[in-house]
């Protein structure tokens, strides 16, 4: 069975940084997987943040266009591993992340709240 759980989440003023994670269980090849996170604010619908995945040597990743040059996606296939390094936060960052592997497994997310 695979468990997606993912950690780092919190409180954080605007302009701070936060560093969330997700460890993949269960799952073989995670290598060959893409992993990535999304998030929910408050009365919206799920959003795309970012991806990544492996091919050959390099890291193929992805941004959304909100959170493109602050956010940084990385992974520790090692660890079977993912991780969301969030910098210079706003209040619209507020929301639950989630970790996603392949579209289909999700996390049960984590939230993160940016104040004024």
């Known amino acids: 069975q695979v468990q997606l759980v993912e950690s780092g989440g919190g409180l954080v003023q605007t302009g701070g940084s936060l560093r969330l994670s997700c460890v993949v269980t269960?799952?073989?090849?995670?290598?060959?997987?893409?992993v990535g996170w999304y998030r929910q604010a408050p009365g919206k619908t799920l959003e795309f943040v970012a991806d990544?995945?492996?091919?050959?040597?390099?890291?193929?990743?992805a941004y959304s266009d909100s959170v493109r040059g602050r956010f940084t996606i990385s992974r520790d296939n090692a660890k079977n591993a993912l991780f969301l390094q969030m910098s210079n936060l706003t209040p619209e960052d507020t929301g639950v992340y989630y970790c996603?592997?392949?579209?289909?497994?999700w996390g049960q997310g984590i939230q993160v709240t940016v104040s004024t």
């Open positions: 269960g799952s073989s090849d995670f290598t060959l997987q893409t």
């Open positions: 990544i995945m492996t091919r050959g040597s390099r890291d193929i990743r």
């Open positions: 996603n592997r392949d579209t289909i497994n």
